[in-house]
């Protein structure tokens, strides 16, 4: 997704190649979701003859400055890019296009070839970008709402630790806050927290100055840098955390250390536990708090459910699933749920008070002792009537497990309440 380095290295590609030539063909594509408020004709013909004085940006939004008004605007939105063709050398990545490339491309918003033959394609795969036609884009949305520009605006240390000061929400959602500062986005705000060591949901205002000095410093270090190389992300410094965002978790790791994501201000975040600790008040409400143990063969997340919300299982849980555990045992096997059919057994021809006897899925209860049989193969009839209530015991037993399987079990502090077991009154 573009953010400020991105969209900052377009510019210089643009300054660099495009300024002081005239605009000679112009091609707007007929997509009114992302051509916002003009229709493609008109933005062609208002464009067209026109000459290129300057390239200017703030946070994610870049516009081309022509010797008359209405100037072109984009929002780059999650995949929007500037290409360029006939530039022999550039270092914004995006801006080379192959021979063997389809040109322009079908995701093409907006084109422009200039007077020396140099192409410029504004394109968008997602359609989530905005393309405008204004008098001055400085002074309506998206670009007039902004807060000051990570790189050309910074505040003052003194002026940064007394802004945050005041904010009560966490710090990752603050930096994506495009009202707040502008040209931060996900990536590099994961990336200026790592390097400050501050955790991704550490309360703004809780920061002590010292912290929000080193977090500003790193701001202003992880763009120019990432500026220094024109944006190729394959030539960011080797021990950012960069490199492995996209990595699964348990196999993400940065100079031998864990990276575990989380999610914060609705965005998946990746961050260092070693490192990026929470402090004061937040930590100390972490202390004590059950960790929920990871399946076998995957790393437990630090931290995840303090800020997901999850809660771990509860000690009551654990103990009613052991006796539901000791439940089965104790009856002989898995227990399955009830049948809704009523089956006779084959052995023994009786017919339970409530309808029938319910069957635990297997054709004869398995669980039930097998009546004794005389010499001759036949059951006697006091044999018979013992086995037939042993096997409605057994029965009943089993709906009283089937009970505690599907309804929730009562807690009272870390012990399980169950009904005692119904018992045949005696003979």
Known sequence: MPELPEVEAARRAIEEHCIGKKIVKSIIADDNKVIDGVSASDFEASVLGKTILSAHRKGKNLWLRLDSPPFPSFQF???????IKGVAVTQYKRSAVKDTDE?????????????????????????????????????VPPISELGPDALLEPMTVDEFTDSLSKKKITIKPLLLDQSYISGIGNWVADEVLYQAKIHPLQTAASLSKESCATLLKCIKEVIEKALEVGADSSQFPSNWIFHSREKKPGKAFVDGKK?????????????????????????AKTVGKPRKQAPKGEDSKDDDKYNSGDESESDGEEIAENVKSKKRQKLGGQVKQPSSRKRKSKEIDTEDDDGGNDDDGGGSDDNAEEAPKTKSGKVTKNKQAKAVTTSKEKVISQKELYRIDSAPAQLSSSRVMLRPKWKPPSP
């Not at 939105?77 to 290409?83: D, V």
């Not at 918003?109 to 884009?137: I, Q, Y």
């Not at 990276?259 to 930590?283: C, H, S, W």
């Open 259 to 283: 990276i575990d994501f989380i999610t914060a201000g609705g965005r998946t975040t990746a961050y260092v536990p070693e490192l990026q600790k929470l402090n004061g008040v937040q930590a």
């Open 103 to 139: 040109w322009p491309s079908k995701y093409s918003k907006f084109f422009v070839e200039l007077d020396d033959g140099l192409e410029l394609s504004f394109t968008d795969k997602r359609r989530f970008a905005k393309v405008r036609l204004l008098n001055d884009p400085t002074s």
């Open 77 to 83: 939105g999650m995949t929007g890019a500037i290409y």
